[in-house]
T-cell receptor, first 119, second 114 residues
Framework: AQKVTQAQTEISVVEKEDVTLDCVYE???????LFWYKQPPSGELVFLIR??????QNEISGRYSWNFQKSTSSFNFTITASQVVDSAVYFC????????????????FGQGTILTVHP | NAGVTQTPKFRILKIGQSMTLQCTQD?????MYWYRQDPGMGLKLIYY???????DKGEVPNGYNVSRSTTEDFPLRLELAAPSQTSVYFC?????????????FGSGTRLTVV
């Protein structure tokens, strides 16, 4: 079985602050993908990033950065200089990539972190 | 526009009624999924399909049925609606590995059972 835990239920920051959303996962699969999705107040799910378990390089995309540490089973997400438009629910998710496994292709979500950025 | 289309967007059902949530994708994706999202919670997998004619249960399948007769369509059937099925339902699809672009989600169906 696989499990994704997002320790922070809610985070509240003031605009321009940096904020880190934590994600810890459990899986028995040796290869897998990790994802982050954003769910703004409008309700749709927006894909942010996919990370292969083989690739532990950190990634930066504009104000967003991701820190993947396989040794601690963590895939944390940092927003630098937060903006009001970043207010949303953020989900971390896990999908096995081992074609022989029974969970192949099944995306498991964490419970989400509600981020509120105040002006 | 390419993507995942869900209908209806909103629906109110009475206890015991039945309905089908429609999901269509035009990206020729083999993998399709149904998730439900309860208030303040993450998404839980109901059913999924790895191709036409192949479906399997997810984490919370009770009270639901699915079919996959074509690559494009993956309808979700509620036979006897119960208040516990009040939720937002998302359909998703993805192509073959390595799922380079992640999973594409529909805009959701907000269902209320009263």
């Amino acid at each position: 079985a696989q499990k994704v835990t997002q320790a922070q239920t809610e985070i509240s920051v003031v605009e321009k602050e940096d904020v880190t959303l934590d994600c810890v996962y459990e899986t028995r699969d040796t290869t897998y993908y990790l994802f982050w999705y954003k769910q703004p107040p409008s309700g749709e799910l927006v894909f942010l990033i996919r990370r292969n378990s083989f690739d532990e390089q950190n990634e930066i995309s504009g104000r967003y950065s991701w820190n993947f540490q396989k040794s601690t089973s963590s895939f944390n997400f940092t927003i630098t200089a937060s903006q009001v438009v970043d207010s949303a629910v953020y989900f971390c998710a896990l999908s096995p990539s081992n074609a022989g496994g029974t969970s192949y292709g099944k995306l498991t979500f964490g419970q989400g972190t509600i981020l509120t950025v105040h002006p | 526009n390419a993507g995942v289309t869900q209908t209806p967007k909103f629906r109110i059902l009475k206890i015991g009624q039945s309905m089908t949530l429609q999901c269509t994708q035009d990206m020729n994706h083999n993998y399709m999924y149904w998730y439900r999202q309860d208030p303040g919670m993450g998404l839980k997998l109901i059913y999924y399909s790895v191709g036409a004619g192949i479906t399997d249960k997810g984490e919370v399948p009770n009270g639901y049925n699915v079919s996959r007769s074509t690559t494009e369509d993956f309808p979700l059937r509620l036979e006897l609606a119960a208040p516990s099925q009040t939720s937002v339902y998302f359909c998703a699809s993805t192509g073959q590995p390595p799922f380079s672009y992640g999973y594409t989600f529909g805009s959701g169906t907000r269902l209320t059972v009263v």
